[in-house]
């Protein structure tokens, strides 16, 4: 494949950064575009280049000068669920004006093709069929939700009239190294945290809502096969297999080899209760291989945490 000029929205983030070495070790040019407001420069990538700011300044990529772009990976956002209900106009300004600036001033810069990350989860909302394929009715419960989809939305506008080229990654619950344990969504990560540090867990609820655990390499995988097979149109990356809270406690129990305390707490109000999507729709069009059974990804990223911390 020729070597592209890309840039990475989110790169010195979890999913982003990893995306960043998987293109890099392609041999294609990157730059990151980050604000570094969830993100860190520990996971920058060295040989990329670092565009530190917004993507809601319209002149940020002006620091390009007059490189020519050919595709834009955009995993910057706003990916808090709970402050996009908080703020839905604060979630809105970044995930959906953000992006609406970002991806036309990349198409002044020539890039030809974008890789989007929407979200299953979120856009489905709550399931009526399972596991939901793309096909799924889309009634997000969330402003965040809602962003992801309208980006969706404006990205079958330009290609419809302006023939932009774009895929829509919709993904399931992702973990792995360097996911941060700030945020609310990263269970894997908070979860290893507080087993390091001998904290109990916190379960809201009866601990029987299901997740579907994607290891970020088979997001790496698709994100990969996004670009390189030219696919149009909206993708789940997904398992398939649906996961309690109590049986991710039991994994961490077999994978750490620790005792674990568990704390039961109230439900959260207006929480999804099941949440697995139906990944084979890609896997069989990119011929992908059969996602990391969570088991033996949880072992390997508690591990990574686990060498963090000593
Ligand atoms: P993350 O917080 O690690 O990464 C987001 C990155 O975007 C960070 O590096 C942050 O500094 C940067 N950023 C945030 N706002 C910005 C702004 N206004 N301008 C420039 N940079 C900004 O989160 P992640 O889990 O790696 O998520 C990456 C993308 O994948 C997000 O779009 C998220 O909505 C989406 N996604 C994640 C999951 C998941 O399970 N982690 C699931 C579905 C979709």
Redesign the pocket.
Known sequence: MRKLNIVV?????????HIVDAYLALGHRVWV????????RE?LNGEAELIE????DGNILDRLGSTRLDVLN??????DVRRSVSDPAFDAD??IV?SLRLIQRVMEAGAHRVIF??????IYGEPVTFPQTENHPLLPVSP?GCA?LAVEHYLDYYRLVHGLRSVSL??????GP???SR?E??VVAIFSERVLKGDPLIVNGSGEQTRDFVHVSDVVRANVAALELDLDGSFNVGTGIETTLNEVVEVFRNASGREIRVEHAEARKGEQLRSVLDGTALRELARLPEPLPFTSGLSETFRWFEERVS
């Open positions: 929205t989110g790169g010195a983030g979890f999913i982003g950064s575009l980050d604000d570094l407001s969830s993100g860190s996971n700011g917004d993507i809601r955009h995993h910057a956002a706003q990916a970044v995930n953000g990350s929407s979200s299953g989860g979120a965040y992801k919709r993904y399931a619950n992702v973990y360097r996911q941060n945020g969504a990263g």
